[in-house]
C-alpha cells in the first residue's frame, strides 16, 4: 500500500481493512468446506469467527461511509476512531492466524489433508499482509505524535 494518500489515507485504510475482513470471513467458509470431517469444535470456532469478521466487515463500511461524508477534511476525533478500529482489525486477524496455526497442529483432519495445510499457509499469509499494513499505519501515527 502506497502513503501519499494524504488526507484519504484514513478512506484508504479503510478500504484495505474492508477488503481484508471479508476475506478473512470468507476463509472461515473455505476451511470449514475444504476439510472434510473437521472437528466439531473447529467447526463452532470458525463459524464464530466468520460472525465475528462480519461484523467488524459491517462496522469498517460504516466508518468508510462516515469518513467519505466527512469530505476533504477529517476530523481529529474521527481519524483518532478510524486508528482505533485499524488496531482492533489488526490484533483480531493477528487472533486469527492464531486459530489457523492451531487448525494446523490441533486438527488430525488438517493434518490428514495437503491441500488444506497449503491453503492454510496461504490464508496465513494473506492476514499476516494486512497486519503489516496495519502496523505500518498505526506505528507511523505514534512516531508522528512522539516527535
Request: hydrophobic share 45%.
Given at each position: ?25 470468507e ?112 506505528y507511523?501515527k ?6
Open positions: 500500500m502506497q502513503f501519499y494518500y494524504g488526507q484519504q489515507m484514513p478512506l484508504r485504510i479503510l478500504d484495505e481493512a474492508e477488503f481484508w475482513k471479508h476475506q478473512e470471513e476463509h472461515t467458509v473455505v476451511i470449514r468446506e475444504l476439510v472434510a470431517g473437521l472437528e466439531q469444535p473447529f467447526v463452532e470456532a470458525l463459524q464464530k469467527w466468520e460472525e465475528a469478521l462480519s461484523a467488524t466487515h459491517q462496522q469498517i463500511v460504516r466508518y468508510i461511509e462516515s469518513v467519505v461524508r466527512a469530505g476533504a477534511y477529517v476530523p481529529n476525533e474521527l481519524y483518532q476512531q478510524v486508528l482505533h478500529l485499524v488496531s482492533f482489525c489488526l490484533q483480531q486477524s493477528l487472533a486469527f492466524i492464531q486459530l489457523c496455526q492451531q487448525l494446523k497442529t490441533d486438527s488430525a483432519a488438517v493434518r490428514q489433508n495437503k491441500t488444506a495445510n497449503v491453503v492454510l499457509n496461504h490464508i496465513i499469509r494473506e492476514s499476516e499482509y494486512f497486519v503489516g499494513i496495519a502496523q505500518v499505519l498505526l507511523r505514534q512516531d508522528a505524535y512522539s516527535r
